[in-house]
């Protein structure tokens, strides 16, 4: 077998996956060099020595290091360090292959051939593949301002929360604008926690923030219309993306692709107080990504089957006519990140493979 067929098939494995498509196969040759692809199929997504990887892909270990710290400093695969070692484990696709690499920013003659074959990849292979099915690997987290009090009852669906409890947080270019380039919202307001928050800050793809600073970003994003976008598992975020729908991955799955497992909404759905609303046309126009809500004799009117429970059209509405309330049928939630990972996986027909690789 080719070895960037090899690898591709080890990154389709995880739930993520990673279809095969002539775009991947460019991608992948772009990305990797020969020699570091013959390390990488010797890798797993649990994290090993260099010995270790040395020893299964028969190379010698300074051999296998050179090729591991190239592959790093990429963002490629990614490395942590632990009792004064450096260990090394394969990334997935999404998050990580394609978003790494672009968190440093763009405008490269490489980044600019990359992001034409990310785009070509996502049309025709990628943007459905990733999608749920039916489980979808991220969910929507309604904008904090929207959310009354009384419905603030579950901790991992209130996003200031994810920044309150976490030990360690990156900023980073958000990937998906800086590589397709569709929109000029803010592009430095992807917010990563825990060890890929620590490797991509020590490797130069994102700096360490502090609390204050992260709860600034979630103003900012809500500010620019983004929406907040987060692992689909009640148990901890390993990320915030604050998505747009013309140049990111998870709403695009939706608002191009129409695929109705693209991510998990929110757990809430706009209504509108129709005696307080001015007709202005805010909520349509300006705040809602998805294009759910309509002006129908001057008033709002909103399409609840399209309707993500973002919260912007709340927070963007001059008169308080907008406001979210609990949808009658509540999407479930994995308890945990495990949870999720092997569910998706199995409904994907991943879960032997997977399972393989990460015991390799």
Same mark, same amino acid.
């Given at each position: 077998?080719?070895i960037y067929e090899?690898l $591709?098939?080890?990154?389709?494995?995880?739930?993520s996956t990673?279809?095969?498509?002539n775009?991947?196969d460019?991608?992948? $040759?772009?990305l990797?060099?020969p020699?570091e692809a013959?390390v990488?199929?010797n890798m797993s997504?649990?994290?090993?020595?260099?010995a270790?990887?040395a020893?299964?892909?028969?190379?010698?270990?300074?051999?296998a290091l050179?090729h591991?710290?190239?592959?790093?400093e990429?963002?490629?695969?990614i490395?942590?360090s632990?009792?004064g070692?450096?260990?090394?484990?394969?990334?997935?696709?999404?998050?990580g292959v394609?978003e &790494?690499?672009?968190?440093?920013g763009g405008g490269?003659?490489?980044?600019?051939?990359?992001?034409?074959l990310?785009?070509e990849?996502h049309k025709?292979a990628?943007?459905?593949?990733?999608?749920?099915?039916?489980t979808?690997l991220?969910?929507?987290?309604?904008v904090e301002?929207s959310i009354?009090?009384q419905?603030r009852?579950?901790?991992?669906?209130?996003?200031?929360? &994810?920044i309150?409890?976490?030990?360690?947080i990156?900023?980073?270019?958000?990937? @998906?604008?800086v590589?397709v380039e569709?929109?000029s919202?803010?592009?430095?307001?992807c917010?990563?926690f825990?060890?890929?928050a620590?490797?991509?800050?020590?490797?130069?793809?994102? $700096?360490?923030?502090?609390?204050?600073e992260g709860?600034?970003?979630l103003?900012?994003?809500?500010?620019?219309?983004l929406v907040?976008?987060s692992?689909?598992?009640?148990?901890?975020?390993?990320?915030?993306?604050?998505c747009?729908?013309?140049?990111?991955t998870v709403l695009?799955g939706r608002?191009?692709l129409?695929?109705?497992?693209?991510?998990?909404?929110? $757990? &809430?759905e706009?209504?509108?107080?129709?005696s307080?609303?001015?007709?202005?046309?805010?909520?349509t126009?300006v705040?809602?990504?998805m294009?759910a809500?309509?002006m129908?004799?001057?008033?709002?009117?909103?399409?609840t089957?399209?309707c993500?429970?973002?919260?912007?059209?709340?927070?963007g @509405?001059?008169?308080?006519a907008?406001v979210?309330?609990e949808?009658?049928q509540?999407?479930?939630t994995?308890a945990?990140i495990?949870?999720?990972?092997?569910?998706i996986a199995?409904?994907?027909?991943?879960?032997?493979a997977?399972?393989?690789i990460?015991?390799?």
């Amino acid at each position: 077998m080719d070895i960037y067929e090899e690898l $591709r098939a080890i990154l389709d494995a995880y739930p993520s996956t990673a279809p095969k498509a002539n775009s991947i196969d460019q991608i992948l $040759r772009m990305l990797f060099t020969p020699q570091e692809a013959a390390v990488a199929v010797n890798m797993s997504y649990r994290v090993k020595t260099p010995a270790a990887i040395a020893q299964k892909a028969e190379i010698s270990e300074r051999e296998a290091l050179k090729h591991l710290e190239a592959m790093a400093e990429k963002g490629i695969i990614i490395s942590r360090s632990k009792d004064g070692a450096m260990l090394y484990g394969l990334v997935p696709l999404i998050p990580g292959v394609f978003e &790494f690499p672009f968190m440093k920013g763009g405008g490269t003659p490489m980044h600019k051939r990359l992001g034409k074959l990310w785009e070509e990849y996502h049309k025709e292979a990628l943007g459905a593949s990733f999608s749920g099915n039916p489980t979808p690997l991220m969910r929507v987290v309604a904008v904090e301002k929207s959310i009354t009090a009384q419905d603030r009852v579950h901790p991992y669906e209130e996003v200031k929360k &994810f920044i309150e409890n976490a030990s360690y947080i990156a900023l980073a270019n958000c990937a @998906c604008r800086v590589s397709v380039e569709g929109c000029s919202k803010p592009k430095e307001v992807c917010l990563i926690f825990g060890n890929a928050a620590e490797f991509l800050v020590e490797r130069g793809f994102a $700096r360490k923030i502090s609390q204050e600073e992260g709860l600034k970003v979630l103003d900012l994003a809500e500010e620019a219309g983004l929406v907040h976008t987060s692992n689909n598992s009640a148990d901890r975020a390993n990320l915030i993306c604050n998505c747009c729908p013309c140049c990111c991955t998870v709403l695009r799955g939706r608002t191009q692709l129409k695929h109705p497992h693209a991510f998990e909404p929110s $757990r &809430f759905e706009a209504v509108v107080r129709t005696s307080e609303c001015t007709g202005c046309s805010v909520c349509t126009d300006v705040r809602c990504p998805m294009k759910a809500i309509a002006m129908v004799n001057d008033i709002a009117v909103v399409n609840t089957a399209e309707c993500i429970g973002c919260g912007l059209c709340v927070t963007g @509405c001059p008169t308080g006519a907008m406001v979210l309330t609990e949808r009658a049928q509540v999407p479930s939630t994995p308890a945990t990140i495990v949870e999720m990972g092997l569910k998706i996986a199995q409904e994907k027909g991943r879960l032997e493979a997977f399972l393989n690789i990460m015991q390799n």
